[in-house]
Structures are given as structure tokens and as C-alpha cells.
């Protein structure tokens, strides 16, 4: 999953670099830190450091240790990765997510969504998805003992584990919300958590959801009841906080209803890139070939490389990896990230969210 955060305080966006995506790693745990301060002063200075960022730690390498199909449909997979020596793993806490880089170099970011308390393990789940950029379709194919390298966790999803909560997820959403919704009972929290999805055959760890306690869920599936509203998803937000993990529909609809609840936090995580706004058409060049590709106003130019150039390479498809950092070789990009520093914008982009207003830039492809 590729994780991105917005988070909402009485419909205000909140800048994209608090959550640690938008710097180098040599700043991330300054920039930790500051998010950490960022969600003392969010939760009235009662914020507590138990649910503090770790600092990131370089890269580590895992093995995998056991795999399981959690789907009727087959979509699903359970991987859970050992430490290579047995030794603890760096602690997590619910929403934090790994980036993986797969045995082919891939680069891709999935939730953490095991149990934070058994710390010589790595939990996540994928959903394999046939047309996509083939991170899933390798993560699905990893046998037992397959060695791959994980940085992180990185807290991009943060859960404050007070007061009241909804849970919103939607499908393989439901990775990052399951340790969240785990938490909340733990803890006592007042919660409730809406599951959406396809059909029931399309919706993993049913068994354990459907065994937590009664009323607390609401199971909803597109063949039987239709795609649910926002107003239906949020019916059972209280005063407290929503937090939202599903396809970008669904939180475009959370987003709306909003603000006609009574709840005060919203913080939702997409799985795939957002959508394009305010684009124009513009043209890029790639160096090694000489091709010329159309980039149209909906559509990224990494879309629009990856239909030349298949193997370009990119992981979170939403700014904050740098996976897809290009050297620009003419023209003026509009940047459209934080990650780059002022400086390197003034010679490379990130050409899954960066573009240009129009005319053609020449990258270093
Ligand atoms: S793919 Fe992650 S920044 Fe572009």
C-alpha cells in the first residue's frame, strides 16, 4: 500500500511534510520529532510520547517467514518477516508502515498489520493487483525464506488511542485501521468501524473483525448493499475523531460528509495516487530515446513515461518516497512535492505528482 496523509483539524489541511515524507532521511526524525510535537499541541498538550515516532532506522534486512492467503478470492496475502539474527525489530504503533524494497529493487509501502507487541516480526498484507506496477504481483510470489529490505516504520497514519473513534475502511484499508481498531478495544475506547468492500469473499480478516464485539462493526458490502454514501459511512461518527483508509472515492466521500458530523479530527491514508488537479497538457522528452510523449491535463507524467517505458521506477506514486526522482535535463517543472529541497528542484523532479504548465521538458530518461 502507498501511504499517503492528510489530516483534517475543522476542515484544514495541515502541510504535507509534518508527516516525515516530505524530507530527506537524514531529517526524518527531526521531522518526527516535530510531527510528535505537532500532535501534542493537537491533542489539547495531553499527547502522550508512548505514541511518539521511533526514530527511522536504515535500512533492515528481513526474511520471510511465513505466508498465508487470507481471501476466498485468492487477492490477499498475509507476509510475515522475521529479523535475519531473531533479534527485536524497531516497535510501531497502529497506522505505521514499512517501505519495502522488493528483490527486484521495487520500492513499494505497506501498513504494518500485525501485533506491535510481538517485536521480532514484521506483519503486512497485500492485495495483488494484475494491472498494476508489479509490487503486488512479487510480494505475492515470495516463497518462505525470500530476503527483502524494509526501512521504517514510519508513522504516516497516526492514531491517537482516546475519546471516541470511527473506523472507516475500505478493502486491503483495512491493513492500516485493523491494529487501530485493536488498540481502541484494548483500550476501552467508545469506536465503531464501517468495512467495505466488493463482497464478503473480497474483504480479509473477516473472521477476526466479525468476532469483535457486537454493535462495535458494521460490515457493508457493494453486491449486497451498494456503494455506501458518506453520510452512511460517517452515521456513527460521535465527537471525536474519524480515521478513513480506502480507494479514493471513498475518501472523497468521507472528506464531503465531513464536515455535517460532529466529529473534530478527520485522518484518512490513500492507497493510490490522487487524482490530477488543476493540470494542463505539456510534453516531455526523454534523453536516451529522443521520444516524445504527451502528458494530458489528468494524467501524471510517470503515467504517461510508464506507457513508453515500462520499467521507469516508482514506488508511492504520491511524492513523498522519491522512488521516481528524475534529473531535468530543460524546461520548467511545476513542482508539486516537498520532499526536494529548493536547490535540487533547480535540476530534478518528482515525475509522479511534478509536471510542467505546459510547453516540454527533457528528462534525463
Ligand atoms: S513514486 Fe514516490 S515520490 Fe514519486
Known amino acids: ?46 499527547y502522550d510520547d508512548a505514541y511518539a515516532s521511533p526514530p527511522v532506522i536504515r535500512a533492515i534486512p528481513l526474511t520471510l517467514a511465513s505466508r498465508e492467503i487470507l481471501c476466498e478470492d ?36 505497506y501498513s504494518l498489520c500485525g501485533d506491535p507487541a510481538e517485536r521480532n516480526t514484521y506483519t503486512v498484507a497485500v492485495r495483488y493487483i494484475p494491472d498494476g506496477g508489479g509490487g503486488s504481483t512479487e510480494m505475492h510470489s515470495l516463497e518462505e525464506g525470500a530476503a527483502v529490505t524494509v526501512r521504517g516504520p514510519r508513522n504516516g497514519f497516526p492514531f491517537v488511542p482516546r475519546g471516541n473513534a470511527v473506523f472507516v475502511a475500505g478493502g486491503i484499508g483495512i491493513t492500516a485501521i485493523l491494529p487501530m481498531v485493536r488498540a481502541a478495544n484494548a483500550a476501552g475506547m467508545d469506536w465503531h468501524l464501517v468495512y467495505c468492500g466488493r463482497s464478503r469473499e473480497s474483504l480479509p480478516f473477516l473472521d477476526e473483525i466479525e468476532a469483535l464485539p457486537p454493535g462495535r462493526v458494521t460490515i457493508r458490502t457493494d453486491d449486497a448493499a451498494g456503494i455506501a454514501t458518506g453520510p452512511e459511512l460517517l452515521e456513527r461518527a460521535g465527537t471525536g475523531a474519524v480515521y478513513c483508509c ?41 534523453v536516451d530515446t529522443g521520444e516524445i510523449i504527451t502528458v494530458p491535463s489528468d494524467t501524471t507524467a510517470l503515467q504517461a513515461i510508464r506507457e513508453i517505458k515500462p520499467d521507469v521506477a516508482y514506488s508511492c506514486q504520491q511524492g513523498f518516497c522519491g522512488t521516481c526522482r528524475t534529473r531535468v535535463l530543460s524546461g520548467t517543472p511545476d513542482h508539486r512535492e516537498s520532499r526536494l ?13 511534478s509536471r510542467a504548465e505546459g510547453g516540454r521538458i527533457v528528462l534525463d530518461l
Open 1 to 46: 500500500m502507498a501511504a499517503t496523509v492528510e489530516t483534517f483539524r475543522q476542515g484544514r489541511s495541515i502541510p504535507q511534510n509534518l508527516y516525515g515524507r516530505g524530507v530527506p532521511d537524514q531529517t526524518v526524525s527531526i521531522v518526527t520529532d516535530a510531527l510528535d510535537k505537532w500532535f501534542a499541541l493537537l491533542d489539547g498538550g495531553r
Open 341 to 353: 529541497t529548493p536547490e535540487e528542484q533547480e535540476s530534478e523532479m518528482l515525475i509522479c505528482v
Open 74 to 109: 485468492n487477492a490477499v496475502v498475509r507476509l510475515t518477516f522475521a529479523s535475519t539474527d531473531g533479534a527485536d525489530l524497531p516497535a510501531w504503533t497502529p497506522g505505521m508502515h514499512l517501505d519495502f524494497t522488493l528483490p527486484s529493487g521495487r520500492r513499494r509501502q
Open 246 to 286: 480506502g480507494p479514493p472515492p471513498m475518501i472523497d466521500a468521507v472528506r464531503r460528509a465531513f464536515d455535517s458530523v460532529p466529529a473534530t479530527h478527520l485522518y484518512f491514508e490513500r492507497f493510490s495516487p490522487p487524482p490530477v488537479r488543476g493540470g494542463v497538457e505539456f510534453e516531455v522528452q526523454l
